[in-house]
Structures are given as structure tokens and as C-alpha cells.
């Protein structure tokens, strides 16, 4: 793209370094609404402030600003702070922070992008950590509103979000059809109820095979709550890295269960049981680096990718899920008053029906799938379910939730396999939408009988499928597999590039300002050149396990 | 300037009417051109499923290109990609994405393997997508459910009636003995389990093996099992390489029952190839829907064997060989029902209203219609010679018939129409 001179000028300005010293900056919270407090600066003016909630925000703004905000929402922050070591991504400790995103990640190369076209960015930090839907929406709102009054020239509001931020952008959209022009969730996470519910069945098989004393949710309130929740991380944890060295073996950890005992004496192996674990939660089998489909040369050419591969893939994801699954699942129950994963009446049976013949050999056949899922039934007094508090439980349920409405140009981008926020949560949305657009091709022609004028309904939802690489597993000299690179595209969470950050800008943009996106070429061209994105309508994700699919 | 435009716009339908009487019209459907038509399939052509199954690709080319040198289908030739999955369900997955997606075939031919075949029926979603699943190699029963697989077709009779046509060979002939079974423990496994319950037989000993498992070491496990339990007749049903493991670690651990050999895993070339003496198979029971491929009084077995010496000189003519020419064949008829631009659609709609009267090598029936996407029912039973052909038994197929479900098991009275002339779709 050619960039005038005054452009090339402005971005030089805004030096990469700058722009995220700048978008992080830490506001401090106020309990009733400041601001926004503008520094006046150019090229980029920088307004702070606080949201009536007390959620901090920035919005930055250039001086040649032509009418259109993007707001941006960030993903899930824990809601606790955690100890130093606890977490690869933090390892000197984790503290609440409520610090405002105004682009995701404080990425400058989007910065640019949207500042460098005249465009104003903006976000909020939210007032509460954790699983805050109902909060960060009006939030947004607000914010807003806030905005429009600042800076009367706007006419074109777009919203965007990872992760939850996903879902807080499809929720705003949702409620709020008249006021965003154009959205774009990202990696969305799916309703709570749902989410916990993968979350809540990992953390179950994980307990009942592998380390009773996992406490898996019913967390009890305040600082006792907290630490049961850590403790819970680190027995996952080191259950997953148990799992990890006798993957070859098939050992069980020293932890496991009477039942976990009994199936090892049977002769399961572990990896079969906790790949197990990861089919009826719904867990990819895809991974960072274990793509179910390559082996090392040599004997394990063919043995690895069917029998072991999958499994690693499923520890790799649990190991990435599972410090969220925990702490969202505390944060929700303090939420809710109560327990609020409950499987007394899950048919796991019924869960892996298709995935335990595709993933036959590494579950090791039938018999042992019959003897493993046998042993998870309700039945045996060796695997209590988990009861939910039926209070709580229906609290949740009273919680923000999506229904896949799509009321304006809506652009969704995700990884497939995704263990976080599953493609799934997206799927649930493409699917509303076809049956949307069908009632409203029905109501087009039903109107045209009268007014002899089909007026053909436009369609509102572009979908980015992030996928994985044919095959990216690689292995060292002696055959084992590498797992320092960096994670393939299309697996872990949000693991997008700035490109494909770039191509969903700039279809908001372009949608936000026409109303429309362009018909078919463009969008898979753009798509294509983005590198890793699909626009494959026929490609269908599976829908998170709590909607019995 | 008006008759100008009219001599023109004459000239141009004439140049159009003489283009359409000598090529092809232009197909707007994936995978056809004006002069060819491109499939694809995928199977294990490497790793330890592969034995024996690696051989059907380049029988159905030879076919294809016999099929073109004579005109092709409509003026179209068949051009057949191949991928290897390995027998690794999501490797399948990957390469039927190719397939589909990079190489833009117009229909799946011929993908094997049960799980395999679930897996890209549920990842990758031929249905949704339109795309037609032809003929898949498996006898998986569960894919003749036009509802849940809409477009995929099965070809070889099921697990289910191979399982029940099975027990009534052992009633007839092996009644009172103890019998065992050893059974790929996974769908493949499971829908000829049905069919053994169904027909009430018991076994003193089943020995399930996970698909990959299969080896020498393995297989002395299975042995010791059977041989624990006396086992007079065991049924070996699995793949080629899961039959050769336990024939040839048996007769090496002197074990040495009444053999009965499934179908799937009963190519007698490719247990020899893989090291399994000829007189180790030498009386063994085995079972197959098309003419014994010895049979030089078959017209099929003659024209086909020796279209195949022609194309891939040095290579025997065996079971597999013989599957995948007959598919190559009974596709061809398929694609020439579809009409003169066929398109997916057309296609599947040919195999319903048409495709039980398309000719073919089997000895029984191909069941299609609108609402049946089931191939052939049923088999004859035979015995191995000294020299390991599978032969039917006094020199006669004596043809037996049954469904999936609780249908009794019949004598076959159907009659195999004549081959068309050239082995061509008429």
C-alpha cells in the first residue's frame, strides 16, 4: 500500500518502542467516571480515564482523525495473583492488572495501521478481572459514548476482541445492533456454561484417573479459595508432566487412583487414558507441536502419529488450558456462590462415539476403550461425578450470553484447534447465522410476492479459519519430537500473526465504512495472502462438548 | 450492416454446432474438463497396513488407461491422484483435504479403512461438501447409512454379512469344533463381532488387536491365547499384514488349526510376500464376492489379467489387483450414466437409479438405489491350494447372500449378466 508523505512522516513518529510504552500505560482506577483526560499531543493524542465502573482506558486518537474508532477488548486475565515459577508466561509471578489494551497485545504494527489511516484506537482495562462479560459490555458501552462525546466527528464504530474479549465484541453486537458499524471477535471464547464445562470435564478425568486429590472446582470463598485453586494448578501440572515422561512407557503417575491403578494393572496406558480425557472434553489433537500426523524416520514412522501423537497433543493443550480452566472456574463459582460443573448426567460414552474409532490405535482398541469408559461410569464408586449447586448453576446460567445473532458486518477470525476458546465457540455462530440468513431470505422472498422486488439480504459474516500446516511436527537425531519452536499457526491460543491481525482490521474497516464486504474474491484473496487463513465455508469445527452435538 | 450480423451470428453457431459434435461441452463442475475427469483416493501405500493394498492404485490405472486408449467416458479420460494415508486416520484427513481442496478432484474413489474413512467423514465432510465418496474400501456396514454418509457408496459386501455368511460356512462344515477369533479391535472388528453374535457362534477365545499393533510378537500372543483355549478352527479377520503375523508366527510355534481367513485380509499374494509359506495356506477357508483370480473361464479374470500384465509386467494378478480394476470399472460405468457433462450430483444420481444394473465382476448383486448405497451381499467360500490360490471349493461357487441386519443367510440365485463387450461402460 502506498503511504502519502504525511503518512510516512506520522509513522516514523510512532516508533514501535513508544507506541507500546504508550498503549500500556498503567491508569489507576477511580470509583466514579474520570476523564477523558487528553494530552493534546500530535500527532497521536493520548485521552485517559475511568469508566463510571472505575475501568480504566485509553483512547488514542490522530490528529487527522476521520471519523472512525476501533474499540478493542481485551482476552481473560486471571483474577488472582500467582506466585513466581507458576507460569511459563510470567515465571517471577502474576498480579491483577486492570491495565487498558487499546490493540491486541500492543501490537504497533496495528497501532500504525489504524492510526496511520486516520482512524482512533481505544480500550479498556475493565474494572474487574476474570470472567467479566456482563460488566466489560456495559463498560463498552460507556466507553463509547464517552468517546462520541469527545470527539463529535465520529461516524463509524468498529469493536474487536480476543478471546474473551470475543465474546464481550459478539455480546456488544448482540445488544447493542446501532452501535458498532462493523466487529470482529476473535479466537471467541464460547458461553461460560460451555467453557466451563470443557474445563470442568479435563479437570474431572484428570482427577478421577490420574490424582484424586485434584479438587477440580467447589473452591472454597476467599484467600482459602485462592489457595486451593494454586494447589490445584500445580497437581495438574506435575500430574501432565508425570504423564509426559512415561509417555513412551505408558506408566501411570505415582498419584493416580484406585481406578487409574486398576486400568494400569488391566494393562491401559496412561497416554490412552488421558488422551481419553481430552476426547470427551473436546480437547484438539492438534497441538504447538504435535500434529497427530508425522513421525520421526525409522521404527516409529508409523507408530507415532497413530499411537502417541495424539496424546501428546492433548497434554500439551490440557498443560495450556489448564491454569485458566482452574482459575476461571473459581472466579465463576465466587460469581455464582457455588459449584458450577456438575456431570452426574454426561454420557461419555456418547462423547467419543466418532473420535474413539478415528482415534482407535492410540486409545488402544476397543476393549480397552470399553474397560476405560467402564471404569468412568457413574457406577463405580471409584469415580464420583461432580454435583453442581443448582443455585449457582442457574446464577451462570443468568450470566451474558451469545446467541450467534449477527446484526452487522461481522468479521470472525480463530484458530482450529484452538484448546482454549475451540473453534467450536465460532462454529455456534456460523451456525445461528445460516439459519438467520435463511429466515431472512425467506422473509425476502415472502416480501417480494407483494412488492414484485427480491431485495436478495446481504451477508454479514465473514469467517477466518486459522488452520494448521500440513504437517509440523519435527523430531531431533535421535527421533524425539521438539517442542522449543514456536507454536504452528492455527494451534495453542490466538496465536495470530500480525498479518492476519492486519487482514481483520482491514475487512472491519472496509465493512464498518461500506456497510458491506465485498463479494467473494477479495476476502479470499486477502485471506489467502494472510498467510494460514481459510475461508472454506464447508469446513465445519465441532461444537464445544456441553452442546451434546 | 443487419445481414452483416446475421452472416456473423450464423457463422458462430455453425463454428459452436461443429465444436460440440467433435469434443466434449465445456463441464462447469470441479474436477471435469472438456477432455478429462480427475479422482481421487487415498490409502496406505507405505507402513505396516499397506502390504498387498498398495497394489489396487496402479490396478486402477491400468484400467483408467485402458479405458482411455478406448475413448475414455464420453470423450474424457480418467486421471486418478493418489495419496498415501499410511492407515493413519489423520493423515487421511490431510490428504483427502488435498484432494479435495488443491487438487480439486470431482469424487473420492476407493479410500480404505473404516476409521480412516470416519475420520474424513467427519473432519473434512465429503457430504457437506457434495462431494461423492465412491466405492469405499472397507466393509465397514455403518457406511451404507445414506443418511449419516448421504454420499458415500460401499462396494465389498459387509463385515456384518462376511461375519454371518462365516458362521453358516462353520455350521455346514466345522460344527462341534472349538473356535477362536482374532479381530482388529476397532469398528472394522467390531461390525464382524455383530455379525458372529448375530449368528449365535461362540468362541472359546477372541483376541483383539489395536490397529498397528500387529507384528510377529505381537501375533505369539494371539497364539498362545488361542492354543490355551484348543482352538480347533480360528477366523483371522484383519488386514493382510495382521493375517500374514499370525499365520507365519503359528506355523512357526507349530500351531496349526483349520484356518478361515476374512476377506479383507485373505490376499494370498500378499501373506506369501510376506514371507508365509505357501503350504501354511495350503487348506485354509477363504472367502470372496468376485471370481477366483485363477479363473481363466471368467471373462472379467481374463480380460482384466491381462490388461494388467500389459500395464505392470512382473506383477501378480491377485485379490487386490482384481478389486481395484472391477472399482475402476464399475466407476467408469458410473461416470458414463452421469450424462455427457456429469457433475457431482449426476453422478450420485447415476449410482442410484442406475448403478444395480451396472455390469461387473462380482458374483452378486450391486444393491444401489435411492435409498440403498449397499454393494455387494454376499460370498462364496474356498480353500487355499498347495500353490496358496484361493480356489471355491470342488470347482463351483456356490454363492451365499444376507444383509446387514437380522435377514437370514441365503443361497444366491443371482445370475452375473454378461460382461460388455471390451470390458467398456456401454
Same mark, same amino acid.
Given at each position: ?27 489507576? /482506577?477511580? /470509583? ?13 493524542? #493520548? ?142 471464547? =464460547? ?59 505408558? !506408566? ?60 501428546? $497433543? ?29 456431570? +452426574? ?51 451462570? !446460567?443468568?450470566?451474558?450470553?451469545? *446467541? ?33 440468513? @435463511? ?7 415472502? $416480501? ?24 509440523? &511436527?519435527?523430531?531431533?537425531? *535421535? ?5 522449543? #519452536? ?27 465504512? +461500506? ?13 489467502? @495472502? ?10 465445519? /469445527?465441532?461444537?464445544?462438548? %456441553?452442546?451434546?452435538? | ?7 456473423? /451470428? ?31 483416493? #487415498? ?15 496402479? !490396478? ?92 458415500? %457408496? ?8 462376511? !461375519? ?7 455350521? =455346514? ?30 468362541? $472359546? ?62 490376499? $494370498?499374494? &500378499?501373506? @506369501? ?36 500384465? @500389459? ?75 498347495? &500353490? ?14 444376507? =444383509? ?8 444366491? &440365485? ?13
Amino acid at each position: 500500500m502506498r503511504i502519502s508523505t504525511t503518512k510516512s512522516r506520522f509513522l516514523a513518529v510512532l516508533s514501535s518502542a513508544a507506541l507500546v510504552a504508550t498503549v500500556v500505560i498503567a491508569t489507576p /482506577a477511580h /470509583a466514579a467516571a474520570v476523564g477523558p483526560i487528553c494530552d493534546g499531543k500530535v500527532p497521536v493524542q #493520548t485521552c485517559q480515564g475511568t469508566t463510571s465502573d472505575g475501568a480504566p482506558f485509553v483512547m488514542m486518537v490522530p490528529a487527522n482523525f476521520n471519523g472512525t474508532v476501533a474499540l478493542y477488548s481485551h482476552g481473560y486475565r486471571y483474577n488472582i495473583d500467582l506466585p513466581a515459577g507458576m507460569l511459563p508466561s510470567a515465571p517471577a509471578g502474576y498480579k491483577v492488572t486492570n491495565t487498558p489494551e487499546p490493540i491486541p497485545g500492543g501490537n504497533p504494527a496495528i497501532a500504525n495501521y489504524f492510526l496511520g489511516n486516520g482512524m482512533a484506537i481505544m480500550g479498556s482495562g475493565f474494572s474487574r478481572q476474570g470472567w467479566n462479560l456482563d460488566a466489560a459490555v456495559a463498560t463498552n458501552v460507556e466507553l463509547v459514548a464517552a468517546f462520541k462525546k469527545q470527539f463529535p466527528k465520529t461516524n463509524h464504530v468498529l469493536a474487536w476482541g480476543s478471546s474473551l474479549g470475543g465474546i464481550i465484541t459478539q455480546t456488544l453486537a448482540e445488544k447493542y445492533p446501532t452501535l458498532v458499524d462493523a466487529v470482529a471477535p476473535m479466537c471467541m471464547a =464460547d458461553n461460560i456454561s460451555a467453557e466451563l464445562t470443557a474445563a470442568g470435564d479435563v479437570l474431572w478425568g484428570l482427577k478421577t484417573f490420574f490424582d484424586p486429590t485434584i479438587k477440580g472446582g467447589n473452591y472454597s470463598a476467599g484467600a482459602a479459595g485462592n489457595a486451593e485453586a494454586i494447589g490445584d494448578i500445580v497437581k495438574v501440572l506435575t500430574v501432565l508432566g508425570s504423564l509426559k515422561n512415561s509417555v513412551s512407557t505408558g !506408566a501411570w503417575p505415582a498419584t493416580s487412583s484406585a481406578t487409574g491403578k486398576a486400568l494400569e494393572a488391566a494393562g491401559v496406558p496412561s497416554r490412552s487414558a488421558l488422551l481419553l480425557v481430552g476426547l470427551m472434553a473436546g480437547l484438539p489433537t492438534q497441538s504447538d507441536h504435535f500434529d497427530s500426523i508425522s513421525g520421526p524416520d525409522g521404527a516409529l514412522k508409523l507408530t507415532f502419529p497413530l499411537a502417541v501423537s495424539p496424546a501428546l $497433543a492433548v497434554l500439551e493443550n490440557a498443560a495450556s488450558a489448564a491454569v485458566l480452566a482452574i482459575l476461571a472456574t473459581q472466579d465463576v463459582e465466587l460469581q455464582a456462590g457455588g459449584a458450577v460443573y456438575d456431570n +452426574t448426567k454426561t454420557d461419555y460414552s456418547a462423547r467419543v462415539e466418532d473420535s474413539s474409532v478415528i482415534y482407535n490405535a492410540a486409545l488402544s482398541g476397543n476393549t480397552v476403550i470399553a474397560a476405560m469408559l467402564s471404569a468412568l461410569n457413574p457406577a463405580n464408586p471409584g469415580a464420583p461425578r461432580a454435583k453442581g449447586d443448582p443455585a449457582a448453576m442457574a446464577m451462570m !446460567a443468568k450470566m451474558a450470553a451469545t *446467541t450467534g445473532k449477527i446484526n452487522m458486518p461481522t468479521v470472525m477470525m480463530t484458530g482450529v484447534a484452538d484448546p482454549i476458546t475451540p473453534a467450536g465457540a465460532t462454529q455456534r455462530v456460523v451456525d445461528a447465522y445460516a439459519k438467520q440468513l @435463511k429466515s431472512e431470505h425467506d422473509a425476502a422472498i415472502a $416480501a417480494a410476492k407483494s412488492s414484485k422486488n427480491y431485495q436478495r439480504p446481504q451477508k454479514n459474516l465473514v469467517v477466518l479459519w486459522s488452520t494448521t500446516p500440513k504437517s509440523y &511436527t519435527t523430531f531431533d537425531a *535421535t527421533g524425539a519430537p521438539i517442542t522449543t #519452536t514456536p507454536a504452528a499457526p492455527g494451534t495453542n491460543h490466538c496465536t495470530f500473526s500480525t498479518d492476519n491481525l492486519l487482514t481483520v482490521a482491514k475487512m472491519m474497516v472496509g465493512a464498518g465504512t +461500506t456497510g458491506k464486504f465485498p463479494l467473494g474474491g477479495p476476502i479470499a484473496s486477502a485471506a489467502r @495472502k494472510s498467510g494460514n487463513l481459510s475461508v472454506d465455508k464447508y469446513f465445519r /469445527a465441532p461444537l464445544l462438548k %456441553y452442546y451434546n452435538e | 450492416m443487419k445481414r452483416r450480423a446475421l452472416i456473423s /451470428a450464423t457463422a458462430v453457431l455453425a463454428v459452436a454446432a461443429l465444436t460440440a459434435a467433435t469434443v466434449p461441452a465445456q463441464a462447469a463442475e470441479v474436477g471435469v474438463s472438456s477432455t478429462s475427469i480427475t479422482l481421487g483416493m #487415498t490409502l496406505p501405500m507405505t507402513g505396516t497396513a499397506s502390504p498387498g493394498y498398495n497394489k489396487i492404485p496402479g !490396478a486402477m490405472k491400468a484400467y483408467f488407461d485402458y479405458l482411455n486408449a478406448n475413448g475414455g467416458v464420453n470423450g474424457r479420460s480418467i486421471n486418478l491422484k493418489v495419496e498415501d494415508d499410511q492407515y493413519v486416520p489423520t493423515q487421511a484427513v490431510a490428504k483427502t483435504n488435498k484432494l479435495i481442496l488443491q487438487d480439486k478432484v470431482m469424487a473420492l474413489i476407493s479410500p480404505l479403512g473404516t476409521a480412516n474413512n470416519k475420520a474424513v467423514a467427519a473432519s473434512v465432510n465429503p457430504a457437506r461438501r457434495g462431494v461423492p465418496v465412491l466405492f469405499v474400501n472397507t466393509g465397514f456396514s455403518g457406511f451404507a447409512d445414506t443418511k449419516k454418509y448421504p454420499t458415500t %457408496y460401499a462396494i465389498l459386501p459387509s463385515y456384518v454379512m462376511e !461375519a454371518k455368511i462365516m458362521a453358516e460356512y462353520i455350521k =455346514d462344515n466345522f460344527a462341534g469344533k472349538t473356535l477362536g477369533l482374532v479381530y482388529q479391535d476397532d469398528d472394522f472388528g467390531t461390525d464382524a463381532l455383530k455379525g458372529f453374535t448375530q449368528a449365535g457362534v461362540t468362541f $472359546a477365545a477372541k483376541v483383539p488387536y489395536a490397529s498397528g499393533s500387529q507384528s510377529s510378537t505381537t501375533a505369539a500372543g494371539w497364539v498362545s491365547k488361542l492354543s490355551a483355549a484348543k482352538c480347533d478352527v480360528v477366523i483371522l479377520f484383519g488386514v493382510s499384514s495382521a493375517t500374514a503375523a499370525g499365520l507365519g508366527t503359528a506355523a512357526a510355534l507349530k500351531y496349526a488349526p483349520q484356518w478361515i481367513l476374512g476377506s479383507v485380509g485373505g490376499d $494370498a499374494t &500378499t501373506i @506369501k510376500a510376506a514371507g508365509v509359506p505357501a503350504g501354511v495356506l495350503y487348506n485354509a477357508v477363504g472367502a470372496s464376492f468376485a471370481p477366483a483370480t485363477t479363473d481363466m473361464t471368467d471373462d472379467y479374470i481374463k480380460l482384466f489379467s491381462d490388461i494388467y500384465a @500389459k500395464a505392470v509386467p512382473g506383477s501378480a494378478f491377485d485379490n487386490n489387483v482384481l478389486i481395484g480394476m472391477n472399482t475402476a470399472f464399475v466407476t467408469a460405468q458410473a461416470l458414463k450414466a452421469a450424462g455427457t457433462n456429469p457433475t457431482r450430483a449426476s453422478l450420485m444420481a447415476a449410482i442410484e437409479s442406475k448403478g444395480s444394473t451396472f455390469a461387473s465382476a462380482g458374483l452378486l448383486p450391486l444393491n444401489y438405489s435411492k435409498t440403498s448405497h449397499v454393494g455387494y451381499n454376499g460370498y462364496w467360500f474356498g480353500k487355499y491350494s498347495p &500353490t496358496g490360490d484361493l480356489k471355491p471349493v470342488d470347482g463351483k461357487y456356490v454363492l451365499y447372500t444376507t =444383509d446387514s441386519g437380522s435377514g437370514a443367510v441365503v443361497k444366491s &440365485t443371482y445370475k452375473r449378466p454378461a460382461m460388455p463387450a471390451k470390458g467398456l461402460p456401454e
